[in-house]
């Protein structure tokens, strides 16, 4: 399905005109049938639907010139430019320049959860705009650079919608996202703060997502990239720089499990493919890791699935304050349970109880504070130490991927001032705070 006729051409376009260069992606390729596209903004196989994914010719230069490369790249995600969809001289072009974002060793949470392994939470607050987002924006960018895009869009749960308008700022496009109505007032703000257009929906993600759909295929949609849906193969390659990051962080080494929070699963199946590449570059040492995916209880379809022991997702209608997550027809939910699967892991959801419990827990012991998406990593692996399916002997990250402060309402009722007393020290004798 070509969804844009403009600038289609590409790196294998024989006529030699046009080329498109995205540095070592040499192809798209189906995720089902393995059919190869030239590189373009098409997300669908044309013979059989599936979606598409980039192919390289990764370096072969060996694993000890390659990390040598990466030290001396810049300290945020370009540093790993030879192994992403994006030009050479990708980190001399404008951008919010994410990534190389804090892996916290979490010694206190992890006495909490009775873990004696290492704990780590890969904190992606840290990013420009306060998500992971940005890791994955910035890999559209490039792409829509590169096909001649001069408008940036998306379908958003709000943190996408943030960081689409960050990145078009700063980079000098146009940019007009889609939200449902009803977000946290800290994402509606920071979707239109950067001065692009910002339009709510009627409607929930998915109504979102389908409309954003029509609008690709329509006149109107003409000229515009759509980061997570016909540049969606190029946003999904940005998740592979969380992979490479912690592995690097941990001294090049792979963590025995990992714990990541599901909207489409598009983070969590670019994560696998990240550390399977980090594999076959001789970069780290092949050894099995098992990877855990982690739902609100009001959006679970993918954990749902997984317990049943189906293949397919059936899709939810979604309920739970982890508005971030709330995508009730997760588009990569099938590839997740392959990978819960395969790997050895799970897939399991907390109640929002549980996901303010969690947020909590988090901000107590370790001085971070996640948004609701966090709280629902923390609480599924709180959830799967108690029941054994995470090993507390081994060496477990888990995924904060966006900041509290965008969803202060998830806590506000249960969280203040502990008392509100006149300023003398008679009145706070009386309020029994003196240690
Ligand atoms: C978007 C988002 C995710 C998950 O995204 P996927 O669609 O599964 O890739 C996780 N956490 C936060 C905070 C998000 O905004
Ligand atoms: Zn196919």
């Known amino acids: 399905m070509a969804v844009q006729t403009v600038h289609t051409t590409s790196a294998s376009d024989e006529s030699g005109t046009g080329t498109v260069d995205l540095g070592p992606a040499a192809a798209l390729s189906c995720r089902e049938c393995g059919e190869r596209f030239a590189l373009g903004p098409i997300f669908a196989c044309e013979s059989c639907f599936g979606p598409l994914e980039v192919a390289y010719d990764l370096p072969d230069d060996g694993p000890d010139a390659?990390?040598?490369?990466?030290?001396?790249?810049?300290?945020n995600i370009w540093r790993y430019a030879p192994l992403l969809p994006v030009p050479a001289d990708v980190a001399a072009h404008p951008s919010t320049n994410p990534g190389f974002t804090k892996l916290v060793r979490a010694d206190n949470l992890a006495r909490e959860l009775g873990i004696t392994g290492e704990l780590h939470v890969k904190d992606d607050s840290g990013n420009p705009t306060h998500s992971?987002?940005?890791?994955?924006?910035?890999?559209?960018?490039?792409?829509?650079?590169?096909?001649?895009?001069?408008?940036?869009?998306?379908?958003?749960?709000?943190?996408?919608?943030g960081a689409v308008g960050a990145a078009a700022a700063r980079a000098g496009f146009r940019s007009c996202v889609f939200i449902p109505h009803d977000l946290e007032q800290g994402k509606v703000v920071m979707a239109a703060v950067y001065g692009g257009e910002l339009v709510g929906i009627e409607g929930n993600y998915d109504d979102v997502n389908r409309f954003c759909s029509e609008l690709i295929g329509d006149p109107l949609g003409e000229g515009w990239g759509f980061v997570n849906v016909n540049l969606r193969p190029y946003y999904g390659e940005g998740s592979k720089t969380l992979a490479y990051e912690i592995c690097e962080q941990l001294g090049w080494r792979l963590p025995d499990q990992i714990v990541i929070p599901i909207a489409s699963g598009s983070q969590l199946t670019k994560i696998d493919k990240g550390l399977r590449e980090l594999v076959k570059l001789g970069l780290v040492e092949d050894r099995p890791y098992k990877i855990f995916g982690a739902q609100a209880e009001g959006c679970s379809?993918?954990?749902?699935?997984?317990?049943?022991?189906?293949?397919?997702?059936?899709?939810?209608?979604?309920?739970?304050?982890a508005k971030s997550l709330a995508i009730g027809n997760p588009a990569d939910g099938p590839y997740?349970?392959?990978?819960?699967?395969?790997?050895?892991?799970?897939?399991?959801?907390?109640?929002?109880?549980?996901?303010?419990?969690?947020?909590?827990?988090?901000?107590?012991?370790e001085g971070i504070f996640a948004e609701t998406a966090g709280g629902v990593t923390v609480g599924v692996t709180r959830k799967l130490i108690e029941d054994g399916r995470l090993d507390p002997a081994l060496t477990t990250v888990v995924l904060n991927t966006g900041d509290g402060l965008k969803t202060l309402d998830a806590v506000s009722p249960t969280t203040g001032p502990t008392a509100t007393i006149r300023p003398s020290l008679d009145a706070f004798r009386a309020a029994g705070l003196a240690s």
Do not use: M, W, Y
């Open 66 to 75: 390659l990390k040598k490369r990466i030290a001396e790249g810049p300290d």
């Open 132 to 161: 992971f987002k940005d890791r994955v924006v910035a890999i559209a960018v490039e792409a829509a650079r590169a096909f001649g895009f001069t408008t940036l869009s998306c379908s958003s749960t709000g943190n996408l919608a």
């Open 301 to 321: 379809p993918v954990s749902t699935a997984f317990k049943a022991g189906h293949d397919v997702v059936r899709p939810q209608k979604p309920n739970t304050i």
């Open 336 to 365: 997740v349970l392959d990978i819960a699967r395969r790997t050895g892991g799970a897939v399991e959801d907390v109640n929002d109880e549980q996901v303010v419990d969690a947020i909590k827990l988090l901000a107590r012991t």
